[in-house]
Nanobody, 113 residues
Framework: QVRLVESGGGLVQAGESLRLSCATNESKIKLSAMGWYRQSPGKQRELVAS???????DYADSVKGRFTISRDDAKLAVYLQMNSLRPEDTAVYSC???????WGQGTQVTVPS
C-alpha cells in the first residue's frame, strides 16, 4: 500500500537543478518529521535531508548548501530542491515518514559524468 508518491526525478547535466516532490493523501503526515533518502547501486541508503514538524532542517554534509528540504502541510507534501547537481548525486531518491515509517516507490535522479 503506497502512502507516499515521489515525483520530479530525471536526467540532468552537472550543475543543473531538480525539484523533487513527495505527496500523500494521508493528512496525519502533518504529525511526522520527514526525510529524503537516496540509494545508488552498491551503496547503502543515505539520509540526505530531514525536516521536523516545526520546520527545522538537517542535511548530509555532501549536500549542505546545495539541497533544500521543505514541507507544505496544507498540500500534504514535502519537497527537495536540488541545485548544482553532481554525478555523485545520481541515485533513487525516496521520501520517508519517520513517525509512521511510510515509504514511497522512489524517483530516479541521474547526473551523467
Amino acid at each position: 500500500q503506497v502512502r507516499l508518491v515521489e515525483s520530479g526525478g530525471g536526467l540532468v547535466q552537472a550543475g543543473e537543478s531538480l525539484r523533487l516532490s513527495c505527496a500523500t493523501n494521508e493528512s496525519k503526515i502533518k504529525l511526522s518529521a520527514m526525510g529524503w533518502y537516496r540509494q545508488s547501486p552498491g551503496k547503502q541508503r543515505e539520509l540526505v535531508a530531514s525536516i521536523t514538524r516545526s520546520g527545522s532542517t538537517d542535511y548530509a554534509d555532501s549536500v549542505k548548501g546545495r539541497f533544500t528540504i521543505s514541507r507544505d502541510d496544507a498540500k500534504l507534501a514535502v519537497y527537495l530542491q536540488m541545485n548544482s547537481l553532481r554525478p555523485e548525486d545520481t541515485a533513487v531518491y525516496s521520501c520517508n515518514s519517520q513517525l509512521f515509517d511510510w515509504w514511497g516507490q522512489g524517483t530516479q535522479v541521474t547526473v551523467p559524468s
